[in-house]
Structures are given as structure tokens and as C-alpha cells.
């Protein structure tokens, strides 16, 4: 990865009439990067898509692509984007509407049929799109993405409502285009959705940016709890009374305990010797890191 | 421009495999056929040849078919792709909108100057079979015909303008039929209306003139009446067409496509997708 940054926001703000909106976004996106774009639906991640791509004018801030303002001729070269579930003319075929797209840009026609290939519609290439399933039309959008390799990838939901091959396959082409330079930011509604793959992870909260930063960091940060799951041998009432928690079929016992003290409890577990048979640890999940963040108290239930 | 041919070509095929060229042509033809063969019994009567009359009838026919033809066409055009989402897609392509809709205009005029060349000439056809035809009649064919060329683009454009407005194909659709009964029909009616009231005072003689002319729909009535005697006496507007100086018609025909595009334009330039 390399350290040129192609994408610069910088205190984005924009507030509909309906009130929701963007709130003081800043982040940058570097040559190569991959990032997660999370939030609930309404948190504003379309919303600053569209502000990046110049379909948006907003109210205040800055936003660079290269060094281009949004929507500019320069920027609108640079940038590729892909739309929330989008549906292709149905009378097309495949191959006709990436020629389309390709005399759109201005890119070479005979990188339509290599893209069909790439992205695995070479096949399917001279049928209509309204046979196509939806994991096809994906994979379509996302071969017009790589027309005239572009520095910015914006993808909206590329992963809903896709099987999980399909979406193994998408994340390939994901990958592809990071490694050939392209800054790829991904929206999603949920961090499960996301391949572990990204490189960084930003959560929206009502058009707020509440979290920036590597999956890594992110769930040090959160510092959620670790649940330790016990086994005991013969009467659960000892560890129940030493760790407390609760006790699950009279056997079990379950608790909770902060990231930095799971060294020592482990320690204390482990000084308990027969009484216990059997330990589960079980980290924060990313549902659970995603909600962490994500969810402001007033919204969870 | 090889943007706006890119979409053009597009558009096009689409309208192709929608089977809507073929349709509208049919349609016209047919409408074409049966008022051409229904005046075949009248045409010694008014002592006209045959295609005179059907061109009489043709004109009418066109006035109401033609909006209707261009408005169905070109309702969903922007609606629709900002429907599939697709929309928001091609307009992060380093292209403007004007070209987006311009190169869709191009196809979707193609489409509608092919069913109306095709639809209307084949009266032609069938009167000079039965040997019933005169170069004025002839030149008043091709003048319904290029005149129903242009009606029709003003309804296209008018269309454009309706689609960019709408959030759904289907509100496209509401207002495209609205656009249709108003301009079409209830604007003719209250100028009936009007002419009946004022009985043959100032404003039937200098106004009302005017007002047709005003509209491109009666505007292809009055430039194809004006093509030979006989066309005004089949059609009864003798008097309208003696009340306006030349070619107020047919600027009026010119004028509107123009001004209705550029009004589709400046309504799309402002949609945020």
C-alpha cells in the first residue's frame, strides 16, 4: 500500500430538510486502501457517497479526489462507483452495457471483453440482464468499475442480498482492485457483511463518524468485555461463587470480565485445576463490536 | 458527441426490442388505412382526390395520437433509469446531462419519425395505387408528416421534463397523461368555449387566431391546412388560417421542440439523483 492519498474530506457537513444528514466528516483514503463504510440504514453513508462523487452539492467542508473538487471532469475520471442494488436495462445484454460504459469513459473497447472475463460473465456476456441473477448484475456493475482503472472505487452495498459465493467472488474483485492501487470504500449496514479483509473500518452514527480506524484498534478501543464460558466437573456452586455471573443447567458457568484482566482470570482458572473440565473463551463478536458503536443508547432496545 | 451517439445508440436498441417502434408504426398505419379507405366513398363528393381527404383526416388523427405517442415514449426516461438506480451511475461518467438527454432524444426521435414516416406514408401508398393523388395532396402528406415529426419532438422533450421532475415511472406517468388531456384536449375545448361566448367578437378574430397557433398541437392543424385550398375546405379552418401571417404555424412547430427541450434540460440539471 502506498502512502498517496487519494481521497481528502474534510469537515463535511450537509443537513437535509428532513433534519438527518452529515455532520463534520473528516477522513482520508490512501492508494490501495480498502475501507468498510458502516452505519444503520439513514446514517448517512449514501449520503456521503454521493457528497464524494459530486451528485451531492453539500453545505459546508471540503472534499478532494486527487486534488480535483468532486464531480469536476478530472474527479469524475478518477472515481468509479458502484450504486446500491442496481438494476441494469433488462432488453441489454451484458456485453452492450459495458460498451456503453466504455465509450462512456473513454476507455479502450477492448477492455469490455477482458472486464466480462475478469469479473466471470464471459459466458453470460451476449445475454439479456434481465436473466441474469443477482449476483451477476453485481459482478457487471463491478466490471464497470474497473473501466479506465480508476484511483477511487466508491461501492454502495455491494455485498446485500448476495449468497455467500457470490460474495466470496465479489470481495476477489475487491481485492483486485485494491492491488492495482484503486482506494476502495465499501458501504454496509452491518460489520458481518464485511469480509475481515478491509483494511480499516469507519462507523457512521446519525451522519456522526464515531469510529476510524483498523478492525484491530477499533475492538482495543471498544474494550468489550470477554466472556469466559466454564465447565465444571462436579458442582458449578464453587465457580459461581468465585467468578459469579450466571450459572447455566447447574453445571456451567458463564461470566464476564474486561479485555485486560482476561490474563489474570485465566491465571485464576487455571489454579482451580480439577474442579473445572472444560474453558470457552469467547471474544466480542463484530455484531456485537459494530452495535458497540454504531448504536447510540437512546436508538438500542 | 460520440457520448450523445453512445447513448442514442443504446436507447434505440432498447426501443427496438421493446417492440415500440414496431407498434407505433402499426398503430398509425392502421388508423392510417381505415381513414384513408373511409373517405374513399366521400373524397368525389367534396371534389378533392382521395388523399386529400385522408390527409384532412390523417391531420386530426395526429393531433391527438402523436402527443400520446411521444409522451409514452419518453416519460420513463429519466424516471425510470433513476428507478434501476442506474441513473446516478451514468451521471458520474465524465459526461454532461445535456448529453445524457440529448443522445436519448436523438434515439427516441428516430424511433417516433420512423412509425410516423412509415404509419402515415403507407396513405400515400395506398391512394396512389388507386391512382387518387396530386402533387399538392402529396406535398400536404409530407407536410402532415413532417409537422407530426416536430409535434412530436416538443412532446418528447415535454416528456424529458416530466420524467426528470418525478421520483417514479409511475408519477412520470400521472402527470405525462395530465400534460396530454390538458394541452391536447382541454386547451381546444375552453377555446371552443371562449369562440362560442364571444360570438364572433375581437377575440375570435384576433386572439383566438393566435392561441391555436400558440399551441403546437392545434399549430399542426393550421400548417397542414395551409398546404393547399383543398386541405382548408375539408377542414373547415378557411377562416383561422386567413387571420394569421405565414409561417406563424410553423414557427410555432420549430420553436417548441426547442424551447421544450431546453426546458426539459435546465429541469434535469437540477435533480439531485
Not at chain 1, 439479456?128 to 449476483?135: C, D, E
Not at chain 2, 398503430?27 to 367534396?46: I, K, Q, R, Y
Not at chain 2, 403507407?122 to 407536410?143: D, H, K
Request: include cysteine; glycine fraction near 10%; proline fraction near 4%.
Amino acid at each position: 500500500m502506498s502512502t498517496e492519498t487519494i481521497l481528502n474530506v474534510l469537515n463535511l457537513q450537509h443537513r437535509f430538510r428532513t433534519g438527518a444528514g452529515l455532520e463534520d466528516i473528516s477522513f482520508q483514503a490512501r492508494a490501495g486502501e480498502r475501507i468498510a463504510l458502516l452505519g444503520h440504514n439513514g446514517a448517512g453513508k449514501s449520503t456521503l457517497m454521493k457528497a464524494v462523487i459530486g451528485l451531492l452539492p453539500f453545505d459546508r467542508g471540503e472534499v478532494s479526489v486527487c486534488g480535483h473538487a468532486p464531480g469536476s471532469a478530472s474527479a469524475r475520471k478518477a472515481t468509479a462507483y458502484l450504486p446500491e442494488a442496481v438494476a441494469f436495462h433488462p432488453k441489454l445484454t451484458g456485453r452492450e452495457q459495458l460498451k456503453l460504459f466504455a465509450r462512456l469513459a473513454g476507455a479502450p473497447r477492448t477492455s469490455v471483453g477482458e472486464l466480462l472475463e475478469k469479473v466471470g460473465l464471459a459466458k453470460a456476456a451476449d445475454q439479456r440482464i434481465g436473466t441474469y441473477s443477482k449476483g451477476m448484475r453485481q459482478r457487471l456493475g463491478m466490471a464497470q468499475v474497473f473501466l479506465g482503472r480508476p484511483k477511487l472505487a466508491l461501492l454502495d452495498e455491494p455485498t446485500s442480498g448476495l449468497d455467500p459465493v457470490a460474495r466470496h467472488d465479489l470481495y476477489a474483485l475487491v481485492d483486485a482492485l485494491a492491488e492495482q492501487g484503486t482506494a476502495v470504500l465499501m458501504a454496509s449496514h452491518a460489520l458481518t457483511e464485511i469480509d475481515a479483509q478491509t483494511d480499516r473500518v469507519i462507523i457512521l452514527r446519525s451522519g456522526m463518524l464515531v469510529a476510524d480506524g483498523a478492525l484491530e484498534t477499533l475492538t482495543r478501543n471498544a474494550a468489550m468485555p470477554i466472556r469466559f464460558r466454564l465447565q465444571a466437573r462436579d458442582d458449578a456452586a464453587v465457580l459461581f461463587e468465585r467468578f459469579g455471573g450466571q450459572r447455566i443447567n447447574g453445571a456451567r458457568v458463564e461470566f464476564a470480565c474486561p479485555p485486560e484482566a482476561k490474563m489474570a482470570t485465566l491465571g485464576e482458572i487455571a489454579a482451580l485445576g480439577d474442579a473445572v473440565s472444560d474453558l470457552e473463551i469467547l471474544p466480542p463478536t463484530l455484531d456485537d463490536l459494530y452495535r458497540f458503536y454504531a448504536q447510540d443508547e437512546e436508538t438500542s432496545r | 458527441m460520440t457520448q450523445a451517439l453512445a447513448i442514442a445508440a443504446t436507447e434505440f436498441r432498447i426501443l427496438r426490442r421493446n417492440r415500440w417502434v414496431l407498434i407505433a408504426t402499426v398503430l398509425l398505419a392502421v388508423f392510417a388505412l381505415s381513414l384513408t379507405l373511409a373517405g374513399a366513398s366521400n373524397s368525389d363528393a367534396f371534389g378533392v382526390d382521395l388523399l386529400t381527404l385522408s390527409v384532412a383526416s390523417m391531420t386530426t388523427l395526429a393531433v391527438y395520437l402523436i402527443p400520446l405517442l411521444a409522451l409514452l415514449m419518453g416519460f420513463d426516461a429519466i424516471a425510470g433509469d433513476a428507478e434501476r438506480g442506474a441513473l446516478a451511475l451514468l451521471l458520474t461518467y465524465p459526461m454532461s446531462r445535456g448529453t445524457l438527454l440529448f443522445g436519448k432524444f436523438l434515439a427516441h426521435l428516430a424511433g417516433l419519425s420512423i412509425a410516423i414516416t412509415l404509419g402515415l406514408g403507407i396513405a400515400g401508398v395506398v391512394c396512389w395505387a388507386m391512382g387518387s393523388v396530386s402533387v399538392e395532396s402529396l406535398t400536404s402528406l409530407a407536410r402532415l408528416i413532417a409537422g407530426s415529426i416536430l409535434l412530436g419532438a416538443f412532446f418528447l422533450a415535454l416528456s424529458y421534463g416530466v420524467s426528470a421532475l418525478s421520483t417514479s415511472t409511475a408519477a412520470a406517468a400521472g402527470m405525462a397523461a395530465l400534460l396530454w388531456l390538458v394541452l391536447v384536449v382541454l386547451y381546444d375545448l375552453m377555446l371552443l368555449g371562449a369562440v362560442v361566448w364571444d360570438d364572433g367578437g375581437t377575440f375570435s378574430r384576433h386572439v383566438f387566431p393566435w392561441l391555436l397557433a400558440a399551441n403546437p398541437a392545434d399549430a399542426l392543424r393550421l400548417w397542414s391546412v395551409t398546404a393547399a385550398p383543398g386541405q382548408a375546405l375539408a377542414t373547415g379552418m378557411t377562416g383561422v388560417t386567413h387571420a394569421l401571417p405565414n409561417g406563424v404555424a410553423l414557427a410555432s412547430l420549430l420553436i417548441w421542440p426547442i424551447a421544450g427541450f431546453g426546458l426539459a434540460w435546465s429541469v434535469f440539471a437540477r435533480r439531485i439523483p
